[in-house]
């Protein structure tokens, strides 16, 4: 292998074959492989037995050990790693965490050894690798006990004594907003941690996003808002993989650099868990875009109704009965369900059907052995601050399961190694990879090309074997990548490789990216498409604009809700063509392309705030007799007229944000007048007819310019409901008689009527703070989905005490404004600068921010207890019956 050892050789052998002009669009498509891996065409999943008996499930440690396990992680080897968090989510205490290390040396089942190996607060996530832990945790200041970052860090263990040898090593500080963290706590800061076989760790951001956060080389990053973020293990490359998520808890990466999540629901607001499947460079939209801006965001593939998702994990383990395997698992807090997402290909992107798998109670966590060992972790009751009588870990094998030994890949040579990277499992062949790489880098090249190459191996293999060839020869294995690209059933994952690193592009041409981009294979076109915004070169725009925008890009219409959870692959390759313009900054090049491509180009153009961006967009107006492209370019102006606010940290939008779009806090900027001159213009000289086509930009895009007047839209209007709340809780019936105890078992005994507990819903108050449909105005807690974030008991809990279970996203708050007056109630909607504060009367009062003194977030529910004594069990019965339904 000169060529590692002569890369100067290697430009020049790559130079000579581009002077021939080598690369066209392939023509040929090989993806029935791909397909069949996610897809058997001899398995039905409709013939699966409802409650399957395959599987064996077993307790291996208590609360006494494991209290309010937040995630976990297991080593090839066995040996489980559970992240204690007995601060929970909304706690604000430290010292309440660390990193509990379980071994079982003889595989009896019995975990005889426990070890605090570090003491960590809020352990997030945990990716175990050889001899280093990588952790996502919260760190607080040792002077005022307060929550001052979120950092990625690495704990070393060398010594094998359970114990790790020192203190963490930060990869990334600062990968969460701290005024959140203070203020909140972690329930959507960022958390769980994965790698994939392209060597990347993924880390899940919720929706508190990150101001400034550092990784080792001292590049500094900010995000607005949810998303993933990707660094290198040795915390260096940090960027951003995909935006626009809410508060996505973990991540599923398949053996093919698929990512998928189940994210969480919008406490109170009715948005639902989101199944995503997430392409690189992706934009899914929340909260700005995902409701009336869909026509440019890649949607999620599910809406699944009420729910909390939390960890997650791709099982690919050919030990597992064919049912359970090649599948997305995604844990669901909310639901005490760990679910099954069968995905099929559909273009370049999937559609899914979601199942119930294993039943586990306020499950967090799932992760898998070399062995086939599954483990879980339960947060069985611990709440939203932790407890430390609450948790546990469970083990789960198939029935036929027989212990392995998993190698000792230290004393594995080079070629058993690369024997490894053949296994059956994802599991093994990650492992083998990552002790690969520390190998002579030249020696691990050529071995996993051996496996890149051998088209007899498993398709899986072949893409470890060429992930592992990249990160080995980086800027040197360009040549043999290029030649493995020449296949069609691999191009896609070459041409990936090729530019997976941005370190690692100095040999890596751009022909056969621009001939890619109109392969018959659309997975091909995504990672050429992709690739070029990653080479960034200008020139690629050219190709890139030749794109076309799939009809289905429609916006909605005004008020109603687009299809943001619809699976649409169609707008996928369009989608990512825009992002790679915006990261090639090619105004120019859209702007001249508004004459041959106007709906690409006209889309890319909203995202490039720069003054020759819109002198183009003017002159293309004035130069076009077009109507509909006149209107098109009037909208990409009026898009273009604010811009988002840069992002300091210092606040957060809430379970509640302004959904409207398309900007969270706009601002105006540099060329805002001469825009807003510009429509005026346009507006004044425009007939009556054209009117409200200009009052329509302006509220769309929220641009407040008062010459071109408003849209009127019809108003839900809602009357207060005025409740003697203090008459109600003071009648005494079978339920104001009993203890809680006697009442959970009543209620759990008589079925109810749901028609008789939609009325008691009105007469005994609920209506005053809840609301049961979407299209109701938000009040306090959303009642609609009740039913699938909480189980019978649970609700009847929360009638009977409602201070003891006040929801994340439900708690009430009081404010003092600067002027004298006191509000105290549920915050139903919150936007850049004001926000909605609902009593408990029902009254709702809009309060400006700047007017806020003070704005204390309340320990107790201003849900009065008592509202259900007058009640028979049978009456609260039907009441609980009645909100069991509403998912």
Known sequence: MSKIKTPLLSVLALGLLFSCNKYKPATTVDNEELKAYFSPTNFDPNNIPADSTVLDMSNIAGPDIVPSPACLAVLPTGEVFVGVDMMGSLGKEPGKGSIVKLVDSDNDGVYETVTEFAKTDNPRGIMPVGDQVFVLHTVFNESTGEAERMDLVEFVDKDHDGIADGPANPLIKNICSPASLRSRGTDHATNGIRMGIDGWIYVAVGDFGFHEAEDRSGKKMTM??????????DGTEMEVYAHGTRNIYDVAIDPFMNIYTRGNTNDGGGWNIRFIHYVQSGEYGYPSLFKNFTDEIIPALADLGGGSGTGSYF??????????NHVPMMADWGRSQLFIHRVTMDGPGFTQQDERFIKLSQITDVDVDGS????????????YKGSPEKGYVVKVVPKDWTYEAFPDLKAASVAELGELLKAGNSVTRFHAQQELLKRPLEEAAMEALKIAQDKSLPLQNRVAGIFTYAQAACVNGAEELLKLSEEDKIREFALRALTDRKSCLSSVPEEPFLAAVHDANPRVQVAAIVGLGRLGKKDAAKTLLEIAVPASAKIPQPGIEGPHATPNSDIILSHLAVKSLVELDAVDETVDAIKTNSKLALWALRYMHDSKAIEGLMDAYEGSNDQELKDEILSTLARLYMEEAPYD???????????????????TWESSDKIKTFLIQEFEKSNPSKKNFFAGLNDRNRMEISELGTVSEEVIVEENAQVDFEAIKNKKGQVGESSIEDVILAVAAVKGDPVKGKALFTSQGCIACHSVEKGEVMKGPFMGQIGSIMNRDQITESIMKPNASISQGFASFMIDTKDGETYMGFITAESADELTLRDITGKATTIIKNNIRSRKEMENSIMPAGLANSLSFEELASLVTYLQQQK
């Open 315 to 324: 099982m690919d383990d050919d030990r597992w009965p064919a049912e359970f």
């Open 224 to 233: 607005l808002g949810g998303g993933i973020v990707r660094v290198r293990p």
């Open 372 to 383: 086939g060992r599954m483990f879980m972790a339960a947060w069985d009751g611990a709440g």
């Open 649 to 667: 940290g210092s606040w957060w939008w809430s379970t509640r944000p302004d959904t409207h779009g398309p900007y969270y806090k706009g601002i």
